[in-house]
């Protein structure tokens, strides 16, 4: 039961680059909830995921957008170079 739960979440993820192409794309799209998938991954904002009507799209988009700030936030800082104080 956990594979599966592992791997429709995975399977998600991967699929979920196909709707992301830049901001300016994502506002030219009809369907109001793909729109919001779009607008919420490309910029990392949960505010455009609660929009989001259907259930398993809002959760997908919620995922990624968690994942997204994670990536940020714990990036590891550059080290300074060792000749500069």
Known sequence: MLKQVFLAVAMSLGLSQAFAGDMSECAKMEDHDKKHYCLGSY??????????????????????????????????????????E
């Open 43 to 84: 910029a990392g904002s949960a505010t455009y995921c609660d929009k989001i009507k259907n259930g398993e799209l809002k959760r997908d988009c919620l995922f990624k957008v968690v994942r997204i700030q994670r990536e940020v936030t714990y990036k590891p800082a550059k080290p300074k170079p060792a000749g500069e």
